[in-house]
């Protein structure tokens, strides 16, 4: 193959990314540093899998609309560390190719290259060891006279990378693993080459070990992302802003998105910090010390018999997904305009021990695809029960409920009895001026739902709050309240103060799109 047109680059791209897919177990099972730094093979397959639906979008007859895609979608889509830079190595080698009619052996070489010099901006301090000195070496050896020779070129010095990230790396060498980020951009190549040669995609392999199992539970802080719009100052400005939150830090921008990754103890007041900068268009916050607990606890279950019943939960924010957690069940990021996807659900039901699982879809837009996972769940034979709470309220009054030790069958009558009695509180903003249900709201006013129905628009959240508590009667004795990313917690005491006869818990991390996220019970 001479050279690869714009389509065809597109179809690389796509195929590469399936390609990836076969690999994310493998890669997640790797993954140490940052310890428990979510899974970065799903990190990464999320990442490319973005920039795939932007070329769904994109005019793929145009080198510079393949490009485009490649690199905004990559930005918007990065998940973890790992995601952002792979987002950024997109980002250089898009760059190489928005001049070109077509990737020529000479084009790729620049591309790969340009990817590499492109990460290593990226990040404040890079380290060696990691997806960058991968990415680095395919980089330095991407020399041939077509595009099949430098591929392979550039995949046997990315493999020699690879394998040498342990003895760059101590806490690699300590786990006796390769880099994860590294294996990912290996098997991403290798995927390109598939498609190069049309070669079939390979058979899943075997995971029999993760990493994680070298370290014990400690304190890891929250990995917190943010992606903003419209900010006008230097992103090398927001980088010394959050700097002194933590460290794995990463704050990227293209196509006017500014996109951020920290590892950080304090990540509502984060999130606060940046809001300054422009609009926040959507944030990320994950407990790794959770999550690290959770590997664990997958890995100990084949070494005894699992509890009969498992309990999944989709939730978004920090908050309500720690509670969640808390209460035993594996958390899926997602909710009100960030549904997950099949996939994500049936690889959380996979990931629980325990033959039977009851499943919080907790958003009436989630049913279908919970439905689906159940579906396929069942095919592989394990037996999924999809209860269908339609709010974050109902989800948390249900899995208060939720004993592991107990048959599904005792469980789903008290669960449903506990979300009947449940309501769910939001204030948020209307986006637009509308009337509904009887109600006229007006754009940015704060509005209140009641278990998702609007019922009032105020002047402040606080307004809101209050008439939505009085509007839910007087019989209920406990608010759990989660506060949004900018809403500050005496705001929420002096509402709470007007309501003596309830027990009122405020709790940090509520979701983006909230002043505030309670139930009342």
Excluded at 242 to 271: C, M, N, Q, R, W
Aim: negative net charge; proline residues 6%.
């Amino acid at each position: 193959m001479a050279s690869l047109s714009p389509g065809e680059v597109a179809e690389a791209f796509r195929y590469a990314t399936d390609w990836f897919s076969v690999f994310v177990e493998e890669i997640n099972a790797l993954n140490v540093y940052p310890v428990p730094d979510g899974d970065t093979g799903t990190n990464m397959h999320l990442t490319l899998q973005s920039a795939r639906r932007e070329l769904d979008l994109a005019d793929t007859s145009k080198m510079p609309e393949v490009a485009r895609a490649i690199a905004y979608g990559s930005l918007l889509g990065a998940r973890g560390n790992s995601g952002v830079i792979l987002s950024q190595i997109l980002k250089g080698f898009s760059e190489a190719l928005r001049k070109r009619e077509a990737l020529d052996a000479s084009a790729l070489a620049e591309a790969l290259r340009l990817g590499a010099e492109t990460g290593y901006k990226a990040v404040m301090k890079p380290v060696e060891g990691t997806i960058l000195t991968v990415a680095r070496a395919a980089g330095e050896r991407a020399r041939g006279e077509s595009v099949e020779e430098i591929l392979e070129n550039a995949l046997k010095a990315a493999r020699e990378a690879l394998e040498k990230t342990p003895g760059l790396l101590p806490v690699l060498k300590q786990a006796g693993v390769v880099d994860a980020g590294g294996a990912g951009y290996v098997r991403f190549l290798e995927g390109i080459r598939g498609y190069v040669l049309g070669l079939p995609l390979p058979e899943p392999p075997k995971v029999e070990r993760y990493a994680q199992t070298a370290f014990a539970t400690e304190e890891f802080g929250y990995c917190t992302e943010f992606l903003m719009e419209g900010v006008e100052v230097p992103i090398e400005r927001i980088r010394e802003a959050v700097a002194p939150f933590g460290d794995s830090l990463l704050v990227v921008g293209a196509e006017g998105y500014v996109k951020g990754h920290i590892h950080t103890d304090d990540p509502d007041g984060l999130l606060a910090t940046v809001a300054r900068f422009g609009r926040m268009v959507r944030t990320k916050v994950e407990d790794m010390t959770e999550q690290h607990t959770e590997i664990l606890a997958m890995v100990g279950a084949g070494e005894e018999a699992p509890p009969p019943t498992g309990l999944v939960a989709v939730a978004l924010g920090h908050g309500p997904s720690r509670v969640f957690r808390s209460l035993g069940a594996r958390v899926v990021a997602g909710g009100q305009t960030q549904n997950p996807s099949v996939e994500d659900l049936l690889a959380a039901i996979r990931s629980v021990a325990s033959p039977k699982v009851i499943l919080l879809p907790n958003n009436p837009n989630v049913f279908l695809a919970a439905e689906k996972a159940a579906e396929l769940a069942k095919a592989q034979g394990k037996e999924v029960y999809v209860l269908k709470t339609r709010t974050l309220g109902q989800g948390l009054a249900a899995a208060v409920r939720y004993l592991p030790e107990a048959e599904v069958e005792e469980l789903l009558p008290e669960m449903e009895e506990a979300l009947k009695g449940a309501v769910t509180l939001e204030v948020t903003w209307a986006s637009r001026d509308a009337e509904v249900d009887g109600v006229k709201v007006l754009k940015d006013k704060p509005i209140g739902l009641l278990d998702g129905r609007l019922v009032l628009m105020g002047e402040t959240p606080e307004e809101v709050l209050e008439g939505l508590i009085r509007l839910a009667g007087e019989d209920k004795e406990i608010l759990t309240l989660f506060l949004g990313p900018n809403t500050p917690k005496e705001k929420a005491e002096e509402v709470a103060g007007k309501f003596p006869g309830l027990v009122v818990e405020i709790l940090p991390g509520g979701p983006d799109l909230y002043a505030y996220l309670g139930v009342l019970e």
